[in-house]
């Protein structure tokens, strides 16, 4: 605006100057010209009595007094009414002719006075005439020179230039000073604007009337877009407080294929953890798949939702791609791909699978034998009275043994599906001392010696929860123990955790099938699986007991030199001891 304001002054300046430069030689032309008609005029007048322009000696003394009168060249000349020179000053300068058709001649014989401007070949120089007559038969005419309008400018020019260079750096110098008193408040106000905006109104700056309206205006508009603005930012940070914190993958990518933003799980799933998102990076900068890349081709071009499953390592990954779609002109702008860790619902439904296949197998085995037994008697192939007792008796055996499976089945499954522990506080030494004196017998009968060693620990837990943990450890222990065996159990608290330590002296297990001797139905040896008559799921209720209470289980073990399972709990809180 100063630049603007600074330049139309100039402008307004340079050309009014321009103009009054023109104007002024025009009008002092004029004043010219008229003031030498009216000298000529004068002399003629003044001169004009016949007895001075009466013979020869007369006129040339009359011409030399007037000549001596005036400080310019000046033509006098007498001419009779057939147009011929009676006499002419500048006789010698001129060819004889004849001036009847001279203009002011003409006038000058039919009006008394004649006169007229012309330009003169003989002098090179416009000539004023100026004729007067004298008596009937002759005119005095006067001529003098009359400069031309461009020999005016051209001595006026060099003058005229200089002043108007003296009149342009003042004109500059008042421009100059002009604007910056002009722009000083809005350059105020524009320094001081934040203030406004805020409403405060600084005292040192005095805003133009005709600003306050602008400043009122900016102000509102300031509101709006700073209400505006913090709403884009709840929006960007609650975004993005979303995303960095799910645990989903979240890319979005625009048409081009080029990443707008990606979340830190979206960096991990897609195997490039320490990829920065900058300008215009390409989604193959982020991964090279051949399978994901030409899923997001299709997802685009074909403008349709994808979900493609994708394992990678020991982990699988579920993709969704979804297109992202201009509502007006229904084209597809860009693509969200969400990614889901499934690794946890895959192994679930194996798990599920293998279960399924486990319990059919598990149950089948028992109802089978007790099935074929049944018939045996039914058909009358046992008559004898012992053998019926002795296959009555694994019947029995057998049904006995399907029902504390499928007691542990639904003990499992409610352990999985527990809303609530239903906590209470539980004395651990306590709890083991009814866990042992239930497997006494069996201790006794397998020649193996139960030791406890515990303090009176307290532990928020559902008591038959932690009954059944103990009782499946110990037992597991008596089971695959050897003669002369021992069992011990170590219960203690740390101001952390509550630690449970079953350790035996059985066969131990091997290295290749410790990784799965907590899953459901997982035997090691299947005839001493018969023998013992487990059910194949102990240590997986005491696992899934564990988790519940957010504990975890440590396996140590070596073949034929035993077994040591320890159990930590953290500790939530203190209780009574």
């Known amino acids: 605006m100063k630049k603007r304001l600074f330049l139309v002054i100039m402008i307004i300046s340079v050309t009014a100057s321009a103009f009054a430069f023109i104007l002024s030689v025009l009008v002092y032309y004029d004043f010219y010209v008229l003031d030498v008609k009216n000298q000529l005029k004068t002399i003629v007048e003044l001169s004009s009595e016949s007895e001075n322009w009466n013979g020869k000696d007369k006129i040339s003394s009359t011409v030399n007094k007037i000549l001596n009168a005036v400080d310019y060249d000046m033509r006098l000349t007498v001419i009779n ?23 002011e001649i003409t006038q000058a014989f039919d009006d008394g006075i004649g006169e007229n401007t012309r330009y003169s070949h003989t002098m090179q120089s416009d000539m004023y005439y100026y004729a007067l007559k004298i008596n009937d038969s002759e005119v005095l005419r006067a001529s003098r020179k009359v400069n031309s309008i461009n020999s005016m400018f051209e001595r006026v020019t060099p003058m005229l230039l200089f002043l108007f260079a003296g009149l342009l750096i003042l004109v500059y110098i008042a421009a100059n000073s002009f604007t910056r008193k002009i722009m000083k408040p809005v350059n105020q106000m524009a320094e001081s604007l934040d203030e406004m905006l805020e409403g405060e109104k600084n005292k040192r700056i005095e805003i133009y009337d005709e600003f306050e309206p602008l400043s ?14 913090e709403e884009l930012k709840y929006e960007r940070d609650t975004i993005g407080m979303i995303t960095e914190n799910m645990r989903e993958g979240f890319i979005l990518i625009n ?28 989604i193959m900068e982020l991964t090279r798949n051949f399978e994901i890349l030409k899923r997001v081709d299709a997802s685009i071009k074909q403008n349709k939702h994808i979900v493609y499953d994708m394992a990678a390592g020991h982990r699988c990954f579920r993709y969704y791609f979804s297109p992202v779609i201009e509502q007006q002109k229904q084209d597809v702008t860009g693509l969200l791909i969400l990614i889901e860790d499934v690794t946890i619902q895959k192994d679930a439904e194996i798990m599920r699978s293998e279960f399924s296949a486990n319990v059919s197998h598990e149950l089948k085995t028992p109802l089978t034998t007790m099935i074929g037994f049944a018939e045996m008697i039914k058909e009358g192939l046992i008559t004898d009275p012992e053998s019926i007792k002795k296959y009555c008796g694994m019947i029995n055996d057998e049904g006995l043994r399907l029902i504390a499976m499928i007691e542990d089945i639904i003990r499992l499954s409610k352990i999985e599906g527990a809303d609530s522990k239903d906590d209470s506080l539980v004395n651990l030494n306590e709890t083991a001392t009814e866990v042992i004196s239930l497997l006494q017998l069996k201790a006794d009968s397998l020649n193996v010696k139960l030791n406890l060693q515990a303090g009176n620990v307290l532990m928020k837990a559902n008591k038959n929860y932690i009954s059944e943990l103990l009782y499946n450890l110990v037992d597991n222990s008596i089971k695959y123990n050897k003669n002369n065996g021992s069992v011990n159990i170590y219960i203690n608290k740390t101001n952390k955790f509550i630690t449970i330590k079953v350790k035996d002296t059985g066969v131990g ?6 990784d799965r001797i907590f899953e459901r139905f997982y035997r090691v040896d299947k005839s001493r ?9 102990g240590l997986s209720i005491v696992k899934h007991i564990t988790e519940l209470y957010g504990g975890t289980v440590q396996l140590k073990s070596r073949e034929h030199k035993g077994t040591e399972i320890t159990i930590k709990f953290p500790v939530y809180g203190e209780y009574d001891e």
């Open 216 to 229: 009122f205006k900016i102000r509102e508009q300031k509101v709006k877009i700073n209400r505006y603005i």
């Open 509 to 514: 297990i091997a290295e290749e099938h410790q």
């Open 81 to 103: 009414e057939r147009g011929d020179v009676v006499y002419d000053n500048w006789a010698n300068r001129d060819i004889s002719e004849n001036h009847k058709d001279r203009p």
């Open 529 to 537: 699986f018969k023998e013992t008559g487990g059910t194949g799921l």
């Open 255 to 282: 048409s081009c294929k080029h990443i707008l933003s990606i979340n830190a799980s979206g960096k991990c799933m897609a195997g490039n953890e320490n990829f920065n998102l900058d300008n215009n990076r390409n």
